[in-house]
């Protein structure tokens, strides 16, 4: 029986971990799975305006490799969750840790600011959680 809903925690400051992340949660709310994407720490840096996510090891060359191969690349990918209703959450948490500000994130993406607890309302217990 699937879950009736998926939340992702993206922790991770890694370039390809927050892409397939993007990947899992486009997926699921494709067919239907309402997705949260709780993104904390390191994966934060993602969000950031002016292509925050640039700044991840390695992902402009992994970016642009996804483009070659006419895969879905970050910014496709970040419109289609955005467009599809998922939901963004980021970890306040987080924020302080990196030094952030909300005001230092991303304009076009609906974020939610909470912190674990905010997070853990919001999974469903029947739901499925994964961390990225």
Known sequence: MPADKLSIVVFSGE???????LVMAAGA???????????TMGA?????????????PGAVEADAGFQAKN?????ELLDACVALG???MVCEMGLKALGLDPADLRDDVP??????????????????????
């Open 111 to 132: 974020l939610t600011q909470g912190g674990v607890v905010t997070f853990l309302a919001d999974a469903s217990k029947d739901g499925a959680m994964l961390f990225v």
């Open 44 to 56: 934060a840096k993602a969000l950031k305006k002016d292509g925050g996510w640039r700044q991840l």
């Open 71 to 75: 895969l879905a690349a970050f910014e």
């Open 29 to 39: 709310i494709a067919t239907n799975t309402p997705v949260t994407l709780f993104f």
């Open 86 to 88: 998922v939901t963004f």
């Open 15 to 21: 370039f390809d971990r927050v892409h397939y992340a």
